[in-house]
């Protein structure tokens, strides 16, 4: 199921990749700044890969040990718009998340987040809203 979960979100942002001048391609790369030379940017523009995210996620029921694989793998590939397809379907599942997600987040990251943008945003919609919940003070400080 991980594959075809993966496989139905890279078609659909394959499908919904905007035609690009070369002017628009060189500010894209400028502004997200990747530290890997082989780095793709399809351009597609964030609600568009939440709504990706929130069709496969209606089209498949899966658990959230396959969601977490889903990420890693999305996460690992070197396409822009799938690593933040990979949280954004991982968040989906966010009422499971307990203080092993951290590790799974920094083990990915560590080795595969290649942009500030992919990791500000997973911050901001999967670390934040985690680590503020009441009783997570001290998981907080530790992470932080």
Known sequence: MIDKIVKEISSLMLKNTPQLSEDQKERMYKVLNPDNPDYVIYGVKVPEIEKIVKSTYEKFD??????????????????????????????????????????????????HCHTWSLCDSTCVRLLGPFLGKKGKETLALKTI
């Open 62 to 111: 899966c658990s959230y040990d396959i969601a977490v694989e889903v990420f890693r793998k999305l996460t690992r590939t070197n396409v822009e718009e799938l690593k933040s397809a990979g949280s954004f379907f991982l968040n989906r599942f966010k009422r499971h998340f307990n203080a092993k997600i951290i590790d799974i987040i920094k083990e990915e990251y560590s080795e």
